[in-house]
């Protein structure tokens, strides 16, 4: 059974960055993409970006230079940076290998 399990939201101020995590279990990130979405305040879910099996990354226009996913296959976990961070992103953020879902992660950009 695959299993993505979020860690890393939070309380950030504008400016600030963030490292959000997706930790695998069950299949290896070698094996699958992960996309990560958000869905902020009274909004739908929106896609963000992705990995490929390879390591290739696209990103979201409106969020391309500020957003950047990375993954350690040693520890099987996929990340999301999130740097100079505005108040539009607030929001929870998910990742997702196609099929399963993390729980999602609350991260707030306030000051």
């Known amino acids: 059974q695959v299993q993505l399990v979020q860690s890393g939201g939070g309380l950030v101020q504008p400016g600030g960055s963030l490292r959000l995590s997706c930790a695998v279990s069950?299949?290896?990130?070698?094996?699958?993409?992960i996309d990560w979405y958000r869905q902020g305040p009274g909004k739908r879910r929106e896609w963000v970006g992705f990995?490929?099996?390879?390591?290739?990354?696209d990103y979201e226009e409106s969020v391309k230079g500020r957003f950047t996913i990375s993954r350690d296959i040693a520890k099987n976990t996929v990340y999301l940076q999130i740097n100079n961070m505005k108040h539009e992103d607030t929001a929870v953020y998910y990742c997702?290998?196609?099929?399963?879902w993390g729980q999602g992660t609350q991260v707030t950009v306030s000051s």
């Open positions: 997702m290998n196609g099929i399963n």
């Open positions: 069950g299949q290896s990130i070698n094996a699958l993409g």
């Open positions: 990995i490929t099996v390879v390591g290739h990354t």
